[in-house]
Structures are given as C-alpha cells and as structure tokens.
T-cell receptor, first 112, second 114 residues
Framework: DQQVKQNSPSLSVQEGRISILNCDYTNSMFDYFLWYKKYPAEGPTFLISISSIKDKNEDGRFTVFLNKSAKHLSLHIVPSQPGDSAVYFCAASGDQGGKLIFGQGTELSVKP | NAGVTQTPKFQVLKTGQSMTLQCAQDMNHNSMYWYRQDPGMGLRLIYYSASEGTTDKGEVPNGYNVSRLNKREFSLRLESAAPSQTSVYFC?????????????FGPGTRLTVT
C-alpha cells in the first residue's frame, strides 16, 4: 500500500514558466512533509519542507502548499530554470524517530 | 565537512556472494538510514538506526543485515546476494531529536548482482 504517491512520472515545462509537482498521501498521522531533488548519479538533496500546522512555505523560487483535508501537497517552482531539471521526490513523516516515506518521484524537464 | 560518505561507489557481485556497504557521517547526527532506489519505486527504507546501539527494520529488510558501529558509521551487509538486490543504495543521516526531520544523503552505491 503506497502511503505517498506521485502520480505523474514526468513533467515538461518551458524555461521561465511555472512548474507544479503534485503529491498525495493516505496516512492522516503524517505531520511533516519534505521535497527532495535528485540529479543522476547523485544522492537526493533536501529542497523545502512544511509542517502540518502550516499550509504554505516559501523559499526563494520554491513554494510548497499543503491541503490537509485533501491529503495533498504541491511544489511550485517559479520561474523554472533548465538547472531545475531533475527528479523530485516528496516524502512524509509521522514518526518521532524521523523515518520518511517517499513517493515514486517525478522527473521534471525544463526546456530552454 | 564531507557530510555523508559511502563506499564503494560501484560493485558487481555474483549470486551468492556477500559484501558490506559502508556509510559514515560527520554531522554528529543520531539517526542513520539505509534505502534502496529502484526504477518507479522511489526510495524504500531497508533498515534504520535511531541512535547508537539500536537498529530496526524498515519496509524491505529481507536479505540484509546492518551494524551501527558507532555514532558515525552504519554498515549494510548482504550475506548472499540475489539478482533482486540489484539496485542503487543510499545511506542517510538526520537528527530528529533536535526537531529537524531533514535527512542528508550520501552519493549512493550502484550494485549489480548477476
């Protein structure tokens, strides 16, 4: 049973436009959500996070939105740049021990 | 600071061989994790160690063992490798007791079992 789902395996956008990556979860006990970015042949790197007590968190060009009633979060990248091309994973935690449950990933391609 | 380091970067094994993947972190984190990444599956937790001296199973522990050697080092052992264990393995560390859930990942080990 996939507790964290990213239903779009890939997304292609033009440079300068908005990229929106989506993530759904099923476990209402999750209280912390994170986005990671992964380039080929490298480990994932942390991008941005949000606590369940908030519905929005911004960091420069990256904004994460959380809709708890819909059990849905999204990552907005504005404006998108070719260097943003990577695989993006969402992850969730409801565990005081810090364990994360990851989605399958979405491969973003930003075209010049 | 090197962050999280993993050795080796690449490994090819024959079915039935054994090997140990090494991981070390220099961020003084309490918790360490081992994941595997397979196409279309995201990252799946194999084992984790919430603190020095403790280890627990994750989502996919079968065929693996771990050792938390000290606070810095967490190794993953394949006793008898199988083709189904062909994957990319990532080690990560974090300090959730300090309120931070971000995990920091190593560069990965690409393992092929023939």
């Amino acid at each position: 049973d996939q507790q964290v789902k990213q239903n779009s395996p890939s997304l292609s956008v033009q440079e300068g436009r908005i990229s929106i990556l989506n993530c759904d979860y099923t476990n209402s006990m999750f209280d912390y959500f994170l986005w990671y970015k992964k380039y080929p042949a490298e480990g994932p790197t942390f991008l941005i996070s949000i606590s369940s007590i908030k519905d929005k968190n911004e960091d420069g060009r990256f904004t994460v939105f959380l809709n708890k009633s819909a059990k849905h979060l999204s990552l907005h990248i504005v404006p998108s740049q070719p260097g943003d091309s990577a695989v993006y994973f969402c992850a969730a935690s409801g565990d005081q021990g810090g364990k994360l449950i990851f989605g399958q990933g979405t491969e973003l391609s930003v075209k010049p | 600071n090197a962050g999280v380091t993993q050795t080796p970067k690449f490994q090819v094994l024959k079915t039935g061989q054994s090997m140990t993947l090494q991981c070390a972190q220099d961020m003084n984190h309490n918790s360490m994790y081992w994941y595997r990444q397979d196409p279309g599956m995201g990252l799946r937790l194999i084992y984790y160690s919430a603190s020095e001296g403790t280890t627990d199973k994750g989502e996919v522990p079968n065929g693996y063992n771990v050792s938390r050697l000290n606070k810095r080092e967490f190794s993953l052992r394949l006793e008898s490798a199988a083709p189904s264990q062909t994957s990319v393995y990532f080690c990560a560390s974090s300090s959730p007791t300090s309120g931070s859930y971000e995990q920091y990942f190593g560069p990965g080990t690409r393992l092929t079992v023939t």
